[in-house]
């Protein structure tokens, strides 16, 4: 069974950064590529940064410029950099598998990130 388990988060001020890592345990990690996603409080769950296995990262617009997304494929790790934060940056923000036709993982508790002066 997969397990997915993210920390980092917490209360950061406007322009202030954070690091989220993911910790991916109970499959082959390098096959899958991973995705950061949000959910903002009243709002869906959505993507914000993609790492395919090979090929380009692709972002949000809304994060372009300010997030950088990394693997660590000895480590089963999947890592989401995040500077110059916003308050529309705040959210739960969850680690998964980027498979569109398919299901997501079940998935993790997610980490609370709060972008508040």
């Known amino acids: 069974q997969v397990q997915l388990v993210e920390s980092g988060g917490g209360l950061v001020q406007p322009g202030g950064s954070l690091r989220l890592s993911c910790v991916v345990s109970?499959?082959?990690?390098?096959?899958?590529?991973m995705a950061w996603y949000r959910q903002a409080p009243g709002k869906q769950r959505e993507w914000v940064a993609i790492i395919p296995n090979v090929g380009y990262r692709n972002y949000v617009d809304s994060v372009k410029g300010r997030f950088t997304i990394s693997r660590d494929n000895a480590k089963n790790t999947v890592d989401l950099q995040m500077n110059s934060l916003k308050p529309e940056d705040t959210g739960v923000y969850f680690c998964n598998r980027y498979v569109p036709l398919s299901a997501p993982w079940n998935w993790g508790q997610g980490t609370q990130v709060t972008v508040s002066a």
């Open positions: 109970g499959t082959v990690f390098r096959n899958y590529a």
